[in-house]
């Protein structure tokens, strides 16, 4: 749910790493981007589906044994849950500031909302449609369905299965290898780097070089 800097950084490394020989695949979920359907109608459990989706495709076109993910915020936290039931099993796994807490990461956006809007969101909702209702977050319509998984991810304490090979790359000083619980078990890299899912008031300048050149080199 962040949006063109974090393509723009994706784009990137993406042919950054088609230049050392990866065949590379970058997809929208179910709702988001250029693909079909309505954010609104969009679920996380449907976005996980699409990550195994992606995988398999990735696997089929390029007819590579070896397959890596990289998932970045959302995306990331996608991956570390759906990790011990993805479609293709991966050599390595990379999670680029992954959430941590669902419930943190939904007042972010939604205070970030409301200084842009200069208005109060009301993410409430009563009576007997509430599954029904769209709450607006990020800028984009969501179910309260989709609302209340955002909120209640949770890596902090929530003990997730990973592969053996996994980099956890962490840019957000809010971030600390302590509060890792749920990722324990996965290589970590604390950087000092732009954060590209930061929209453009906040955005630093320049590009994450430096988590470039650590998941080039990791891949290496």
């Known amino acids: 749910m962040e949006y063109t800097n974090a393509h723009r950084a994706m784009r990137i490394l993406s042919k950054r790493l088609c230049a050392i020989g990866f065949d590379t695949l970058r997809f929208d979920y179910f709702g988001a981007g250029d693909s079909g359907g309505e954010t609104v109608d969009a679920e996380l459990d449907g ?27 959302l ?30 990461y939904v007042k972010t956006l ?28 990020g800028g984009l319509l969501v179910s309260s369905s989709f ?9 902090r304490s929530r003990k997730v299965r990973l592969p053996p090979k996994v980099l956890t790359i962490l840019t957000d000083n809010q971030h600390r290898s302590g509060e890792m619980v749920g990722l324990d078990r996965s290589e970590i890299a604390i950087l000092k780097a732009p954060s590209p899912w930061k929209d453009s008031a906040e955005q630093e300048e320049g590009l994450p070089v430096e988590v470039f050149e650590r998941i080039l080199k990791w891949l290496g």
């Open 147 to 155: 609302f209340d998984g955002l909120k209640s991810i949770d890596l």
């Open 47 to 73: 976005w996980k589906d699409d990550i195994s989706t992606a995988l398999r495709e990735l696997k089929e076109m390029s007819g590579r044994s070896r397959v890596v993910i990289v998932g970045m915020r």
């Open 110 to 137: 939604l205070d970030r909302q409301a200084h842009h809007s200069e208005r109060s969101i009301d993410s409430a909702a009563s009576g007997p449609s509430d599954a029904a209702v769209a709450l607006e977050l």
């Open 75 to 104: 995306g990331a936290t996608l991956v570390a849950e759906l990790a011990p039931r993805l479609s293709v099993e991966p050599d390595s796994i990379v999670l680029w500031d992954p959430i941590l807490c669902g419930s943190d």
